[in-house]
């Protein structure tokens, strides 16, 4: 047996061990110490210390367990080194008191306190992402920078300040209340979201059109939410709207680097398995008769295209009545705006530019209002019109595939 | 944990009468829920004097250290478990005063 044949299984079980236990890892460090920093120099270095061990030893019976164990001694470890310097009496306290602080209600997987911190409404948007990426996720400092387009040093301060602002601040590692919990859980749905739709429709010129690493993170996290939180309707809403978007990635670009409208695509080309799991989803949702929030209205949307075997056989009039409803849970112009989509389809596109005619002042500013006037002037006929709302969706349009493909519809006009 | 709950105020108009009135009750639950340390209204910007005697020779100037739009105009010393219920507290403050509230722990 050569030395890759040892390496390449404990390489895998390593990099296995790092996507599953990470964030067990950090939470359960976290809550014992009291110190998010702490848990993230301890985690990192009992990761450290598999990748030495583990080739020589072999891969433990449980890895989660090795993992948490050796994170809690290199955080011991850490702690007395900060004593004997004379520093952080506070730790000193958490050294003697073992007992896990802040047990309020049922015992709770440690992983969703920590989600909660991370995703705390008194940290800024920017900072939530970076955070949740890093502590929950287990993507590195540069890995997170780039996504979004930082640079190492700045994203390592966003950070820092983050658990700074964390420890000092006290914001708690606890699950909201029953009171609290639908707006803590739409905040870092929010969270995952904005990581997920900066995978999907990436911004920046010199960026792939579809960041799939950004989108199957996102889904990633959304999927560990879901077996954290079974019964929420819209964490299984969220996750069923992520698949059903990811499911029709590969027929999203053309091979010339250029959007595919939804109803241009290759429908054989979508991903059945994650259609399926979607629509699983969405059925399970309706199966409990509870009104439906807004994930879960829009994951029910997706499900209705991605039902229809070809474009012309989609269900506008069901597509209109869930946009009905999204519309009256958040009338705002965005949504507005995606509900004339489906108008045009149902009742004409006259009918729907009526539509974008009321949100004109609003959304004067967002690409996608200008590109959905540019296409329902294209099919009135209105050539003129719809060459300079193509020319100003260009302008303000941040994705190149997104550009590529207004471009050419520009140029198809007579 | 402590908090420092300051009263963010602009303009030049005082608290009203009822706004006095619904700061003094909220007070009471303060003190009678525990949280209660200290608390304080403060005199208009123009009423403040700067004294910086950091080499041995005091200097003493009339008018806030920095002139902002926005002023502290009072605040709470409060006792709370962590962030969450000091954030519901200067929810509920905010209300009752009628103005912005800042939060910040005390080290």
């Known amino acids: ?414 | 944990m402590q908090y420092l709950l300051s009263v963010i105020h602009e303009g030049t108009d005082l608290g009203t009468e009822e706004e006095l009135v619904a700061v003094s009750a909220f007070n009471r639950r303060l003190q009678a829920d525990g949280h209660w340390v200290f608390a304080g209204g403060l005199g208009f910007p123009d009423t403040a004097t700067v004294v910086d005697n950091r080499d041995g020779r005091p200097v003493v100037t009339d008018g806030p250290f920095v002139e902002t739009k926005e002023f502290l105009a009072g605040f709470w010393v409060l006792e709370a478990p962590d962030l969450d219920v000091a954030l519901r507290l200067a929810t509920e403050a905010s209300r009752h005063c009628n103005r912005k509230i800042e939060v910040r722990p005390f080290l």
């Open chain 1, 1 to 414: 047996m050569n030395a890759d044949d040892v390496a390449t299984p404990v390489a895998a079980a390593i990099a296995r061990a790092h996507r599953e236990e990470w964030a067990r890892v950090i939470a359960t460090t976290a809550r014992r110490f009291g110190d998010l920093d702490i848990a993230e120099d301890a985690a990192a270095e009992a990761f450290a210390a598999a990748v030495e061990r583990w080739p020589v030893d072999g891969v433990p019976a449980r890895p989660g367990a090795w993992l948490t164990t050796t994170a809690s001694r290199k955080a011991v470890d850490r702690i007395r080194r900060d004593i004997r310097r004379g520093s952080k009496h506070e730790e000193a306290e958490r050294l003697r008191d073992d007992s896990a602080p802040g047990v309020d209600g049922p015992v709770q997987d440690d992983r969703l306190r920590l989600v909660f911190a991370c995703c705390h409404p008194a940290l800024a948007m920017e900072a939530r992402v970076a955070l949740t990426l890093r502590m929950v996720g287990g993507l590195t400092v540069p890995e997170i920078a780039r996504a979004f387009l930082v640079q190492d040093s700045a994203m390592a301060r966003r950070i820092t300040r983050a658990k700074t602002k964390i420890a000092t601040a006290g914001i708690p590692y606890r699950v909201p209340s029953a009171a609290e919990l639908p707006d803590r859980v739409s905040g870092v749905l929010a969270v995952l979201f904005l990581v997920f739709n900066e995978g999907y429709l990436a911004t920046g010129p010199d960026t792939d059109p579809v960041r799939q690493d950004l989108t199957a993170e996102a889904i990633r996290l959304t999927r560990l939410l879901r077996g954290l939180l079974p019964d929420n309707g819209e964490v299984a809403g969220l996750l069923a709207l992520m698949l059903l978007i990811e499911a029709r990635r590969a027929a999203r670009v053309s091979a010339g680097g250029e959007l595919v409208a939804l109803g241009d695509q290759d429908r054989t080309a979508w991903d059945g398995a994650l259609i399926e799991e979607g629509h699983a989803l969405v059925r399970e949702r309706l199966a409990t008769g509870r009104p439906a929030g807004r994930y879960q209205l829009l994951a029910a949307i997706n499900a209705v295209h991605t039902s229809a075997p070809r474009a012309d056989t989609t269900d506008w009039w069901q597509i209109v009545a869930l946009y009905d409803q999204l519309v009256r849970l958040d009338p705002s112009p965005v949504v507005v705006l995606n509900r004339a989509v489906a108008v045009a389809e149902l009742d004409g596109p006259e009918v729907a530019l009526a539509i974008l005619d009321r949100l004109r002042d609003i959304l004067a500013g967002y690409h996608a209002y200008h590109a959905t006037r540019a296409d329902l002037l294209r099919r009135l006929g209105r050539d003129r019109d719809a060459r300079t709302a193509y020319g100003t969706a260009i302008e303000l349009a941040g994705n190149t595939a997104e550009v590529a493909y207004l471009a050419r519809r520009r140029d198809q006009l007579g």
